[in-house]
């Protein structure tokens, strides 16, 4: 469906597609089951415990691709429908299984899970367009952050009955799909409506990816490492670090409301300025002496995440010369991120250790500074393209 055509679609269809991204935080229900089912299986080792919530996010890396793939052979919404039925197989430890088992469940759930994280933002490109795409993947982003919590403390909530109880959660796909089946418009095959299938990827896809991959490398450490930070340096305990995390979640929530006014206000510069919020985040925690002074980094960071995932995605959906290339460049770009979260604690370890960084926030610090550094970069490029955009 070309720019021009696309019609104006009523508030069950906007919901539905928002609710489609709740399917991408289904993953955090069974996150405060690891100890429990740990305890459930004495002769797993830890590192079988951990693939619980590991495995998605590496086969995020793969299915991603996979999604994008998809999208060329069936429409958004068939491809929505079964990811969601790979999703709901994350069901079936509830009612028996061993840890084999658990982590075999895991798997399918991880290829759904990667599935649908690209085609999450791909159904709102395909529907909108103009300001309300904008303002439709802003407010994806805030439900995103809203889900974030709601799952994990429903998950906990459960796991407190039983660890199997936690993996009931995934019920939840089942409300999600009927209102897919029922009110989400199927605009089939882009390339095939069209009979165009030569659309093909600009520059600005590898720059998105390679900003996604790098940015999500390092800016992960910031909920990583804070719990070492407050407990290590002496600034709080346990429940003050839930605290800080909750108030990123919070201001993460209001920037994806808020998103398109942000977008509108700095115009090409919204993904290098929303880094920058990101960059600006990392350096007040490296200098923070004080409990206070995190929150106030955790609400910068909040908002520079809140803002920089749809002003990257919006810019990688964008970088095709064929609206039938938007799901596969969505895909890449989401492939680059997940690569680039799994790789995170690597990276910095060999960069810290490279440079004999030993404080406790030494990740911080290497992030801060490349972020910053890179946001420099970033204006200088968009100021000199307009120029020469001025000048032709």
């Given at each position: 469906m070309s720019e021009q055509t696309k019609p104006k679609y009523g508030v069950l269809v906007q919901i539905t597609s928002l609710v489609v991204a709740l399917l991408m935080y289904t993953t955090s229900m069974t996150t405060p089951a690891l100890s429990a089912i740990a305890a459930a299986f004495p002769d797993a080792a830890p590192e079988t415990i951990k693939l619980i919530s590991s495995i998605p996010s590496l086969m995020l890396c793969v299915f991603s691709l996979v999604s994008g793939w998809m999208t060329t052979k069936l429409s958004i919404k068939k491809c929505i429908l079964i990811?969601?039925?790979?999703?709901?197989?994350?069901?079936?430890?509830?009612?028996?299984?061993?840890?084999?088992?658990?982590?075999?469940?895991?798997?399918?759930?991880?290829?759904?899970?990667?599935?649908?994280?690209?085609?999450?933002?791909?159904?709102?490109?395909?529907?909108?367009?103009?300001?309300?795409?904008?303002?439709?993947?802003?407010?994806?982003?805030?439900?995103?952050?809203?889900?974030?919590?709601?799952?994990?403390?429903?998950?906990?909530?459960?796991?407190?009955?039983?660890?199997?109880?936690?993996?009931?959660?995934?019920?939840?796909?089942?409300?999600?799909?009927?209102?897919?089946?029922?009110?989400?418009?199927?605009?089939?095959?882009?390339?095939?409506?069209?009979?165009?299938?030569?659309?093909?990827?600009?520059?600005?896809?590898?720059?998105?990816?390679?900003?996604?991959?790098?940015?999500?490398?390092?800016?992960?450490?910031?909920?990583?490492?804070?719990?070492?930070?407050?407990?290590?340096?002496?600034?709080?305990?346990?429940?003050?670090?839930?605290?800080?995390?909750?108030?990123?979640?919070?201001?993460?929530?209001?920037?994806?409301?808020?998103?398109?006014?942000?977008?509108?206000?700095?115009?090409?510069?919204?993904?290098?300025?929303?880094?920058?919020?990101?960059?600006?985040?990392?350096?007040?925690?490296?200098?923070a002496k004080t409990l206070p002074v995190l929150f106030v980094s955790a609400a910068i960071f909040g908002l520079g995440f809140g803002f920089t995932n749809p002003s990257l995605t919006l810019k990688a959906a964008a970088s095709v010369t064929h609206p039938s290339k938007t799901p596969v460049a969505i895909s890449i770009y989401v492939c680059a991120t997940g690569i680039g979260q799994f790789l995170s604690a690597y990276v910095l370890k060999f960069i810290t250790g490279t440079l004999n960084m030993t404080a406790s926030r030494a990740d911080w610090q290497v992030a801060s500074i490349a972020i910053i550094a890179g946001c420099v970069v970033g204006f200088i490029a968009l100021a000199l393209t307009g120029k020469k955009q001025a000048q032709a």
């Open positions: 990811a969601s039925g790979l999703i709901f197989i994350g069901i079936l430890p509830a009612f028996f299984g061993g840890i084999q088992f658990v982590i075999f469940t895991r798997v399918v759930f991880g290829a759904g899970y990667g599935l649908i994280f690209p085609l999450a933002s791909a159904v709102v490109t395909d529907l909108f367009e103009g300001a309300k795409k904008d303002t439709m993947m802003g407010w994806k982003s805030a439900i995103g952050a809203l889900a974030g919590v709601v799952f994990q403390t429903l998950g906990g909530i459960l796991t407190a009955y039983s660890w199997r109880f936690a993996f009931l959660g995934f019920l939840l796909v089942i409300p999600i799909v009927i209102m897919v089946l029922v009110f989400l418009p199927d605009n089939g095959v882009q390339a095939k409506k069209d009979g165009k299938a030569e659309g093909k990827f600009t520059t600005t896809l590898v720059i998105c990816a390679a900003v996604g991959f790098l940015l999500n490398t390092v800016q992960f450490s910031f909920m990583q490492d804070m719990s070492f930070v407050i407990t290590g340096d002496g600034l709080g305990e346990a429940l003050d670090t839930a605290n800080v995390l909750s108030t990123f979640t919070a201001f993460s929530f209001i920037a994806g409301l808020i998103y398109v006014l942000f977008a509108k206000l700095f115009k090409k510069f919204t993904p290098v300025v929303a880094i920058l919020l990101v960059g600006i985040a990392f350096a007040v925690a490296v200098q």
